[in-house]
């Protein structure tokens, strides 16, 4: 991000609507957008550069006690499901196991539930595979869960043609253990 780009739209929003910064509003920065559109209509290309301009602008002024909300991140817009992330095996493994990813997102950071994710999807698919029939996992015994723990079984990486190595083996059946022990 460049150094200033808040001022850029907060000196262009004090001319337009020649009212202190603390005073501008949620209508003010949508009134802008509105703006930054019809520009980029006219010119048929984005003006990506002020919308940022105008999200670091809406940040500072909502800082400063402005009545304007701040504008929601996008990265929170385009997040994948925890069903998107846990794809590849069956509801009766699927379900319990969203649930405790919802648990964990009430006391973790999202990057940390997101490894917790990983793990579990790869320990689920391994389930998936070698006991598709398991209608709970509340039914899962020892011999599944140390047979991966082992590589007995594992597979191959989808991602390099090789077994995975024995600490992810046991971080997948480590994360499997704590959502099953809460």
Not at 150 to 155: E, K, L, S, T
Request: net charge positive; hydrophobic share 40%; aromatic share 8%.
């Amino acid at each position: 991000a460049r150094t200033g780009m808040a001022s850029q739209v907060a000196a262009r929003m004090l001319i337009e609507t020649v009212q202190p910064l603390v005073l501008l509003g949620d209508d003010d920065f949508c009134d802008f957008e509105k703006a930054i559109g019809a520009r980029e209509a006219r010119h048929g290309r984005p003006f990506d550069h002020y919308r940022q301009a105008l999200y670091a602008s809406r940040a500072v002024i909502y800082h400063l006690g402005a009545p304007a909300e701040p504008a929601p991140k996008r990265s929170t817009l385009a997040r994948w499901s925890w069903e998107r992330h846990l794809d590849g095996m069956g509801p009766q493994i699927l379900r319990p196991m969203v649930a405790y990813l919802e648990r964990l997102e009430g006391t973790l950071a999202r990057s940390s539930v997101q490894g917790t994710a990983s793990e579990l999807a790869h320990f689920g698919r391994f389930l998936a595979r070698v006991d598709p029939r398991l209608s709970s996992l509340a039914l899962l015994t020892r011999k599944p869960c140390n047979k991966h723990a082992r590589g007995q079984g594992a597979g191959q990486s989808p991602v390099r043609d090789e077994v995975p190595k024995f600490s992810s083996r046991w971080a997948q059946a480590a994360s499997a253990g704590s959502m099953l022990t809460r």
